[in-house]
Nanobody, 121 residues
C-alpha cells in the first residue's frame, strides 16, 4: 500500500520560513516525478514546485520562485519543500504528489493527506 505522509506545516508570521517534508512508503521516489501542490480555501489545487524524474530538474510556479526550494533524497525516500519569506497568500494546505511520468502534475498518481500552512500578516 502506497502512502505519502507530509509534515512540517504550521502557523507563522509573514517573512518567516517553514520546511515541509514528504515521506513515502510502498513506492520509491526514484521511480517518480515528484511535486508540491497547494490548495487555498475555495480554490482548486495548484502546482507549486516540481522535480523531474530523469534529471532531477526543479521548476516552480512564478509566485514562489526565489523563495521556495524543492529537493528530494532518494536514499531516504523523502521530498522536501523549503519555504522562505512566506507571505499571507502562501496560506494553503500543501500536498506532495508522485507521478509516473516525467513531471508531476495535478493529475499525479499518488497524494499525501496534506499539511496546513498559515501565514499571518
Amino acid at each position: 500500500q502506497v502512502q505519502l505522509i507530509e509534515s512540517g506545516g504550521g502557523s507563522v508570521q509573514a517573512g518567516e520560513s517553514l520546511t515541509l517534508s514528504c515521506a513515502a512508503s510502498g513506492l520509491n521516489f526514484s521511480d517518480y516525478a515528484v511535486g508540491w501542490f497547494r490548495q487555498a480555501p475555495g480554490k482548486a489545487r495548484s502546482f507549486v514546485a516540481g522535480n523531474t524524474l530523469r534529471f532531477g530538474i526543479t521548476y516552480y510556479t512564478d509566485s514562489v520562485k526565489g523563495r521556495f526550494t524543492i529537493s528530494r533524497d532518494n536514499a531516504k525516500n523523502t521530498v522536501a519543500l523549503q519555504m522562505n519569506d512566506l507571505k499571507p497568500e502562501d496560506t494553503a494546505v500543501y500536498f506532495c504528489g508522485a507521478e509516473s511520468g516525467e513531471v508531476a502534475t495535478t493529475e499525479s498518481d499518488y497524494w499525501g493527506q496534506g499539511t496546513k500552512v498559515a501565514v499571518r500578516s
